[in-house]
């Protein structure tokens, strides 16, 4: 799954400030490397939870075509591969990221990597209680690749986060401060940011 990130999320002065007052820190000498562990966190936040964990624009590419395959007619059949031509599919293709907030848009990649956007009419999207996103294309015409655009995030922006989740990744960020001069080898995130998270994670099975 190819995925990238549009517009990613801000993290705001408070952030920051936050976190300086977790260090005991009053000068802005530091101010771009403890934003740019505040950034870090966030994305360790990102992986362990299998969360976006503020909303940001994000685009993923599904292959094509995802649409329903139909049994192949009598003329066809002696030509047709079994069982992929045959195959009877749901044609639902989900997203990796979640929780979608709203699909923004859709556009057909053809094999040059040129791309066209795609009506509400070739396409049908789902978005679940839980978050996950699901795309069908029912007419692909002749497109090898769809790029998916998508809003996705559990809170708004730094001060909607839930508490022990902000709290973590400010945690996280400072315990990499202070191993900074260090050659620490401990298991990131630690014991007591993962204690902070796990309520939040996603599990998935293999």
């Known amino acids: 799954m190819m995925r990238i990130i549009v517009t990613p999320a801000v993290l705001p002065p408070a952030a920051l400030a936050e976190l300086k007052d977790w260090l005991g820190i009053t000068s802005t000498a530091d101010d771009a490397s403890l934003s740019a562990l505040l950034a870090t966190a966030l994305d360790v936040c990102t992986d362990f939870i299998g969360l976006m964990p503020i909303a940001c624009t994000l685009e993923e590419n599904v ?24 195959a009877m599919t749901p044609g639902w293709h989900g997203l990796a990221t979640k929780p979608v907030i709203a699909i923004a848009s859709v556009q057909g990649i053809a094999a040059d990597n040129s791309r066209t956007a795609l009506t509400t009419t070739q396409y ?23 790029a998916v655009r998508f809003a996705a995030g559990l809170a708004a922006d730094w001060g909607s986060l839930p508490m022990p989740i902000r709290h973590g990744i400010m945690r996280l960020a400072a315990h990499q401060y202070r191993s900074r001069d260090t050659n620490s080898t401990d298991a990131l995130p630690p014991a007591s940011v993962t204690a902070l998270w ?3 994670r996603q599990m998935h099975l293999a």
């Open 198 to 200: 796990r309520p939040w």
């Open 124 to 146: 049908q999207t789902r978005i679940e209680a839980d978050g996950s996103a699901r795309i069908r294309v029912s007419d692909p015409a002749g497109f090898t690749r769809a």
């Open 63 to 86: 292959p094509l075509p995802t649409d329903r395959r139909p049994i192949p007619a009598p003329a066809d059949w002696q030509v047709r591969d079994y069982p992929g031509d045959w």
